[in-house]
């Protein structure tokens, strides 16, 4: 089992709490952070990064895994809400109080994007489980789903009058928190608002899926890993256990599709995110305290006191490296204690040369789930496509590449053929001994 550490911070200057998900054992306590809700990430695990809330004008603060104090500061164009950054740590997207969503590239501090999200101050940003949308929740109530690729196609904006692939605007009040399910381009978004609603939506469709009431403000949800229920943190104290599969199970205590709660009397709920087993819930609230749930048992098996004001961030990741005991990192041979350089500030203001190419990578992890046809296709296919592109100077070399690439999804696609036959026939194959008994039965399993 892998180490796994909670990071907490707060709105107050309370700083960033660390703390081993296992043991309990504080590690650093990283000063001068006050940062706003979902406005701390950690960066590919290489390091912290938080917007602040202490000054109007918004900063951007880096912190090292193993140094207490603030690395590096940005100061971007606006005060900015919430951060994001994809899984391999290459692009972190922030959203202003203006509306406004800013994606930087972090090894350079490039300002890549900028551009008009929201009607109002942008409260959430999520990364799909591929990587290749991006999500956003706002003051206006709205829920807008983004195409990291389409985002720079400058003409496709000029010609439908927006850059989006949905906008949803069935909250009637601000959303709070979105989480995103697993399954690509079928994967589903489930929101948050003040209106005490949380809605589950559709990607392949662009549609709504479930509304659910809850009796209380909802400002935090977590998915179950299986997709079965979610968790919805309440201003209330309680932790809401909410079905999203159910056809119309209802508990008389709390209302349509909500099944129970996990609940100690705590102030209200504040953050939500498992730990990696699927199991442990970890709860930040009003009260300054994180509580560590088994979700098995509805047991509180761990509390961590962070500061007096709310905790209204929490991050579960793998234990980096640098915070391993240096006997233990050496006996694993892990590097640990060294200094690793942070990234330059990010830029305030988008600074590309005319003259210069503009060369965006969007990385993911394969998910294998895809249908064929969807509209969204896979990432890891569009990065090797533009990087064979790219290493083509000619038009004429690059058709040629698009040429082998045709071919290639051919021959996947014919691939993909043949080992549905196959599963096919093993599926005729397991049915047919069930019913047969030991009778004899022939299966091409053959490609």
Avoid at 212 to 237: K, M, N, Q, T, W
Avoid at 334 to 359: A, G, H, W, Y
Avoid at 365 to 394: A, E, F, R, V
Wanted: glycine residues 8%; negative net charge.
């Amino acid at each position: 089992m892998e180490d796994e550490v909670v990071i907490a911070s707060s709105s107050t200057e309370a700083g960033i709490g660390c703390w081993e998900l296992r043991s309990g054992a504080e590690h650093l306590r990283y000063r001068s952070c006050a940062s706003p809700s979902h406005g701390l990430v950690s960066v590919a695990g290489r390091f912290l990064a938080s917007s602040q809330l202490r000054d109007s004008s918004g900063s951007i603060l880096f912190w090292s895994w193993n140094k207490p104090q603030v690395e590096v500061k940005s100061f971007p164009a606006e005060a900015i809400n919430p951060l994001a950054c994809n899984s391999e740590g290459t692009y972190i997207v922030g959203g202003g109080v203006s509306g406004d969503i800013y994606l930087w590239e972090v090894a350079t501090g490039r300002l890549l994007k900028k551009w008009h999200g929201h009607y109002r101050a942008v409260t959430c940003l999520v990364f799909s489980m591929d990587q290749s949308l991006l999500i956003s929740g706002a003051e206006d109530g709205s829920v807008r789903v983004w195409s990291l690729l389409m985002i720079f196609d400058e003409e496709r904006q000029q010609r439908s009058g927006h850059l989006y692939e949905y906008s949803f605007s069935e909250h009637a009040l601000p959303v709070t928190d979105i989480v995103t399910g697993y399954g690509g381009s079928n994967a589903i978004i489930l929101s948050a608002s003040q209106d005490r609603t949380c809605k589950v939506w559709s990607l392949a469709r662009g549609t709504l899926l479930r509304n659910i009431v809850f009796p209380s403000v909802i400002d935090a949800v977590a998915l179950d890993p299986g997709e079965h229920v979610f968790y919805a943190g309440g201003r209330d104290g309680k932790i809401y256990i909410a079905e999203l599969n159910s056809l119309g199970k209802s508990n008389n205590n709390y209302g349509l599709h909500i099944i129970g709660t996990l609940s100690d009397q705590s102030k209200g709920i504040c953050s939500l995110a498992f730990a990696l087993d699927g199991v442990q819930l970890v709860a930040g609230s009003e009260d300054g305290f994180v509580r560590v749930w088994d979700t098995k048992t509805h047991n509180i098996v761990r509390v961590f006191k962070h500061a007096k004001g709310p905790v209204n961030n929490i991050l579960v990741v793998k234990q980096p490296p640098a915070l391993y005991p240096r006997t233990l990192a050496n006996n694993q041979g892990l590097m640990t204690r060294k200094q690793v350089s942070l990234p330059p500030p990010l830029e305030k203001f988008t600074s590309i040369d005319e003259n210069s190419d503009l060369s965006v990578y969007i990385t993911s992890q394969p998910d294998y789930h895809w249908p064929c046809d969807m509209i969204y296709t896979t990432i890891d296919s569009m990065n090797k496509q533009i990087n064979d592109l790219q290493q083509h100077g000619s038009s004429g070399a690059s058709e040629m590449e698009m040429e082998r690439l045709k071919l290639d999804n051919k021959r996947s696609m014919q691939m993909v053929q043949q080992w549905k036959k196959m599963y096919e026939n093993l599926h005729k194959f397991c049915v047919s001994e069930l019913l047969n008994g030991e009778g004899e039965t022939t299966i091409n399993l053959t490609l």
